[in-house]
Nanobody, 126 residues
């Protein structure tokens, strides 16, 4: 499986961006998907995750109410809609996958995911 994130860019604080992560292969609908981010000088951290069916979603406290994760299994793509962006959201955003059902106790753990795609840079200016 190969993942390719896109949609990053430069936006002013308060603005919006939508990130996309396209996956190769024919079994995307059986993957739990996650978004993580890594700011300069910081460790990679959890942003959001979504279950295979999209019935369950999970968010970091810092993005709740501002970001929305969704997926389109017909297009093999997971999205991250980011609204009310803040300077502190500036980071490289990565998508990741794991085959099978989401495990709520593990979904925020970077080690739970099987593989990652190259990131996309989001820069929020003041």
């Amino acid at each position: 499986v190969q993942l390719q994130a896109s949609g990053g860019g430069l936006v002013q604080a308060g603005g919006s961006l939508r990130l996309s992560c396209a996956a190769s292969g024919r079994t995307f609908s059986s993957y739990a998907m996650g978004w993580f981010r890594q700011a300069p000088g910081k460790e990679r951290s959890f942003v959001a995750a979504i279950s295979v069916s999209a019935r369950s979603t999970y968010y970091a406290d810092s993005v709740k109410g501002r970001f929305t994760i969704s997926r389109d299994n017909a297009k093999n793509t997971v999205y991250l809609q980011m609204n009310q962006l803040r300077v502190g959201d500036t980071a490289i955003y990565y998508c990741a996958f794991r085959r099978g059902a989401v495990q709520p106790m593990n979904v925020m753990d970077i080690r739970w995911y099987e593989d990652w795609g190259p990131g996309t840079l989001v820069t929020v200016s003041s």
